[in-house]
C-alpha cells in the first residue's frame, strides 16, 4: 500500500484547507485509516480516523468540531478538511492505514494501529 498525502500550505489563523490522501496498491474494504500530525518538537499525535466500511468517524478532542474525517470509495482517497485552523494546528500531517482489519474503538488513536504510512504534508498556520 501506498499513500500519497497533499493539499498542506500556508494559511492564516481562522482559514481552511483541506487534506487528500490517495492510496494505491490496495483496494480497501474493511481497513482503517485515520491522519496524525507532528508539530515543532512534539510527538506525533492522532487527529482524526475513520472506518473504510461503513464510515464512523473519531475525533481528537483538540479538533473536534473544526476538522471532519471522510473517504471516497471509487477514488480510493481519504479527505481531511481543516476549518478555523490556529497556530496550534500547525504540523507536518501523515495519513495512515491498518492492515486488512480495521483497529477496535480503542485502538484507532494508537499510531501501532496503522501499517501504512504517507510521507506527510506540512500545514502552517500564521497568527
Known amino acids: 500500500v501506498q499513500l500519497q498525502a497533499s493539499g498542506g500550505g500556508l494559511v492564516q489563523a481562522g482559514g481552511s484547507l483541506r487534506l487528500s490522501c490517495a492510496a494505491s496498491?490496495?483496494?480497501?474494504?474493511?481497513?482503517?485509516l485515520a491522519w496524525f500530525r507532528q508539530g515543532p518538537g512534539k510527538e506525533r499525535e492522532f487527529v482524526a480516523a475513520?472506518?473504510?466500511?461503513?464510515?464512523?468517524?473519531f475525533y481528537a478532542d483538540s479538533v473536534k468540531g473544526r476538522f471532519t474525517v471522510s473517504r471516497d470509495n471509487a477514488k480510493q482517497t481519504l479527505y481531511l478538511q481543516m476549518n478555523s485552523l490556529t497556530p496550534d494546528d500547525t504540523a507536518v500531517y501523515y495519513c495512515?492505514?491498518?492492515?486488512?482489519?480495521?483497529?477496535?474503538?480503542?485502538?484507532?488513536?494508537?499510531?501501532?494501529?496503522?501499517?501504512?504510512w504517507g510521507q506527510g504534508t506540512q500545514v502552517t498556520v500564521s497568527s
Open positions: 496498491g490496495r483496494t480497501f474494504r474493511n481497513e482503517g
Open positions: 495512515a492505514a491498518s492492515g486488512a482489519s480495521r483497529p477496535i474503538i480503542s485502538a484507532v488513536a494508537d499510531r501501532t494501529s496503522y501499517y501504512y
Open positions: 475513520i472506518r473504510w466500511s461503513g464510515g464512523s468517524t
